[in-house]
């Protein structure tokens, strides 16, 4: 394993690990000697199981081991997810519903109906909506699992 990159202040040593395409950040608290190994705290609320499995996913990084998949999104969740953002980045950036649809669903099939009346107008305009709802903060369901009332 390589030594993550490192910097110190008050708190103590703040690591910096990279695995997977993404960067952890760490604390080794002040005065904890560096062949103690680290510990994590998980709060015991409905986010717990999320954390744990998060501690997993880390624990499994540091020691060079396998990270299983992400298995939390089906793949049509996932490509529905990327086609929301995309939505709403054209949306933003003055594409018009037709425009989006074209790029997202295919310029023949979307000329093969009647505009106002087509249903991938409905689901372009649903797009965008949901995209901008994730972009409010919405994307945070996406790193919870499902909560069973």
Known sequence: MREPAAREDEDGTHLLFEAGGQSIRLLRLEGVPPDVPLAALVPLDPDGFDRSEAID?????????????DRRLTP???RRHRHMLQATDGRMNGATYRDIAGVIFGVDRVASEHWKTS???DATAALVKDGLAMIAGGYRTLLRHRRHP
Not at 57 to 69: D, E, F, I
Request: proline fraction near 5%.
């Open 76 to 78: 049509q969740q996932k």
């Open 57 to 69: 996913r880390l624990l499994r990084a540091l020691l060079g081991r396998a990270v299983p998949n």
């Open 119 to 121: 249903a991938l107008r």
